[in-house]
């Protein structure tokens, strides 16, 4: 008994490396205050608030490109708008997640470089997020698939 299986792809490997960094993203550091004029430095990363469906979805991403390997047939779940409606989904709680962080005056723009270096997870989030949605996009445009 022989089992044939459908090469990965580019855009499913895309779909689980965006997933693969969008967990790394959330492990790292997304916004810090203080630490300066004696005041204690906080912080926090991608496990609070809405950003937890981000790191949510990044799993559920890489459970949905294993699937059809991990069970040896093709899964119906494996199509283009399933990986839309989780990019569309990560997004809204990231983009909430930084509506709340606004709110709470996290961000300060007294220094503009200070954005960047002070919240790198928040950056990296963002960039595996571009990539989950590419790869949504290359998916729907297989021939054969929508």
Same mark, same amino acid.
């Given at each position: 008994?022989?089992?044939?299986?459908?090469? @990965?792809? *580019? !855009?499913?490997? =895309?779909? +689980? @490396?965006?997933?693969?960094?969008?967990? !790394?993203?959330? @492990?790292?550091?997304?916004? /810090?205050?203080?630490? /300066?004029?004696?005041?204690? +430095?906080?912080?926090?990363?991608?496990?609070? $608030?809405? /950003? %937890?469906?981000?790191?949510?979805?990044?799993?559920?991403?890489?459970?949905?490109?294993?699937?059809? &390997?991990?069970?040896?047939?093709?899964?119906? $779940?494996?199509?283009? =708008?399933? &990986?839309?409606? %989780? #990019? #569309? +989904?990560?997004?809204?709680?990231?983009?909430?997640?930084?509506?709340? =962080?606004?709110?709470?005056?996290?961000?300060?723009?007294?220094?503009?470089?200070?954005?960047?270096?002070?919240?790198?997870? %928040?950056?990296?989030? $963002?960039?595996? @997020?571009?990539?989950?949605?590419? !790869?949504? &996009?290359?998916?729907?445009?297989?021939?054969?698939? *929508?």
């Amino acid at each position: 008994m022989s089992m044939h299986r459908r090469p @990965l792809g *580019r !855009a499913r490997l =895309l779909a +689980a @490396l965006g997933a693969v960094v969008i967990v !790394a993203g959330c @492990l790292l550091r997304w916004w /810090s205050v203080g630490g /300066s004029d004696g005041l204690p +430095a906080l912080s926090g990363n991608g496990f609070e $608030g809405f /950003s %937890l469906v981000v790191f949510i979805i990044a799993l559920a991403t890489v459970a949905l490109v294993t699937l059809p &390997y991990a069970t040896g047939r093709p899964v119906g $779940g494996d199509r283009w =708008l399933v &990986y839309a409606v %989780l #990019a #569309a +989904a990560a997004w809204a709680g990231f983009l909430i997640r930084i509506v709340d =962080l606004a709110g709470l005056r996290v961000f300060t723009f007294e220094q503009p470089m200070e954005v960047f270096t002070r919240g790198p997870g %928040l950056w990296v989030t $963002g960039i595996g @997020l571009v990539m989950l949605a590419r !790869a949504a &996009y290359d998916i729907w445009r297989e021939p054969g698939l *929508r």
